[in-house]
């Protein structure tokens, strides 16, 4: 089956630091990626996603590139600042017939980042 | 509405007893998905509705869970005779379509829900 594995956190930044999340996948398909994010007592909200494979997904100073021969969708943001704390999924959406319909997702890592 | 909403947004209640939770979707939705979000778990796919019909049950945890939709637009999660491994966030998402795997899925602020 499909499943998403994701850094576990909590991971903790100064503001201004580099952020990575290591999130790799397994797939039946070809599937498409996404990070979702949840800011505290907020609803889910997608951040960015890719379709196809060497596409980057980019927003909020956010960036993941879709790599299929890694079957990975690291997040990256060069900068990071207090108001990013949130909780970060990895998720992917598999369109190999009778599966194109829910997402998967990783577990989640807490991120804070500290004035 | 402009998004997607969920109803209660808490709810507390007593083991045993039966729950249910709304969801109303982004007008002109046709794809409603339920999650569930707990400790240790993670976010838990649930059922997934097609217009009114359920193609998917098989993330429900047991029989005690049901959901329907009526007229394409609200949906219905019930939980019959709480347990306490029940309490958690459950989420609700809509989507345009269920067709395309490269679709967006809006979720709702979601109903956190604890059985005592």
């Known amino acids: 089956g499909d499943s998403v594995t994701q850094m576990e956190g909590p991971v903790t930044l100064s503001e201004e630091a580099f952020l990575t999340i290591n999130c790799t996948y397994t797939?039946?398909?070809?599937?498409?990626l996404f990070w979702y994010v949840q800011y505290p007592g907020e609803g889910l909200q997608l951040l960015l996603k890719?379709?196809?494979?060497?596409d980057k997904g980019s927003n909020k100073g956010f960036e993941a590139t879709y790599r299929k021969e890694t079957t990975s969708f690291h997040l990256e943001k060069g900068s990071v600042q207090v108001s990013d704390s949130a909780v970060y999924f990895c998720?992917?959406?598999?369109?190999?017939?009778?599966?194109?319909?829910?997402?998967?997702f990783g577990k989640g890592t807490l991120l804070t980042v500290n004035p | 509405g402009a998004g997607v909403s969920q109803s209660p947004s808490n709810k507390v209640t007593e083991k045993g007893k039966d729950v249910e939770l709304r969801c109303d979707p982004i007008?002109?939705?046709?794809?409603l998905y339920w999650y569930r979000q707990s400790l240790g778990q993670g976010l838990e796919f649930l059922i997934y509705?097609?217009?009114?019909?359920?193609?998917?049950k098989s993330g429900l945890p047991s029989d005690r869970f049901s959901a329907e939709r009526t007229g394409g637009s609200v949906s219905t999660l019930t939980i019959q005779r709480t347990q306490q491994e029940d309490s958690a966030v459950y989420l609700c998402?809509?989507?345009?379509?269920?067709?395309?795997?490269?679709?967006?899925?809006?979720f709702g602020p979601g109903t956190r829900l604890t059985v005592l």
């Open positions: 998402a809509s989507t345009p379509l269920a067709r395309l795997a490269t679709d967006t899925q809006y």
């Open positions: 797939a039946t398909g070809y599937p498409s």
């Open positions: 890719a379709t196809k494979a060497d």
């Open positions: 998720a992917l959406h598999d369109n190999s017939g009778g599966s194109n319909y829910k997402l998967t």
């Open positions: 007008s002109g939705h046709t794809a």
């Open positions: 509705f097609q217009g009114n019909s359920a193609p998917d």
